[in-house]
């Protein structure tokens, strides 16, 4: 059974830093694209970040882009989202995905407010 | 960027109506999926690759579309399909979802 288990969310405030991990299980990891998807609250689904299965390609959207990064440690089956200068708008749920969308997480959030 | 148009933002239908939601592509994708989305759930694939049924979707659902349209049809609804629903491109980066259809049931 696929399953995949973030964690790492919290409150913090503007500007600080947090770092997410989502652990993967029932699927080779290392043979997987993996992204990072969020939703705001009461709001809709926004993709932030992808990294392919051997980390040679990383892609970000505009509203992440040299603020977040994506990582993964494959021999962990660990994927991670280092986050930082975090604001406000990024608070919202963070759900860790397999490669189009196949399985997601149950979501870890992540509140930033002082 | 391409942006997804979903319509109708929300809808109601009785059981054992048919429901369409429709998905409009700001430029040409070569494939739409959709999610299922129930309150206080995560997301959950419906249709892959424009009308591919994910593992364990009941037949009642199906997906259709090329180009810069695509559907996502209820053949009859039920209770447990109250639900928000998506539509996704994965064609092009960034990789833009709609911003949802919720459906209630009468």
């Known amino acids: 059974e696929v399953q995949l288990v973030e964690s790492g969310g919290g409150l913090v405030q503007p500007g600080s830093s947090l770092k997410l991990s989502c652990v993967a299980s029932g699927f080779t990891f290392s043979s997987y694209n993996m992204h990072w998807i969020r939703q705001a609250p009461k709001k809709g689904l926004e993709w932030i970040a992808l990294i392919y299965y051997d980390s040679s390609n990383k892609y970000y959207a505009d509203s992440v882009k040299g603020r977040f990064t994506i990582s993964r440690d494959n021999s962990k089956n660990t994927l991670y989202l280092e986050m930082n200068s975090l604001r406000s708008e990024d608070t919202a749920m963070y759900y860790c995905?397999?490669?189009?969308?196949?399985?997601w997480g149950q979501g870890v959030m992540v509140t930033v407010s002082s | 960027e391409i942006v997804l148009t979903q319509s109708p933002t929300t809808t109601a239908a009785s059981p054992g109506e048919k429901v369409t939601i429709t998905c409009l592509a700001s430029s040409s994708v070569s494939n739409m999926y959709w999610y299922q989305q129930k309150s206080g759930a995560s997301p959950k694939l419906l249709i892959y690759?424009?009308?591919s049924l994910a593992s364990g979707v009941p037949d009642r659902f199906s997906g259709s579309g090329s180009g810069t349209s695509y559907s996502l049809t209820i053949n009859t609804m039920e209770a447990e399909d109250a639900a928000t629903y998506y539509c996704q491109q994965w064609s092009s980066n960034p990789f833009t979802f709609g911003s949802g259809t919720k459906l209630e049931i009468k």
């Open positions: 995905a397999l490669t189009s969308g196949v399985y």
């Open positions: 690759s424009t009308s």
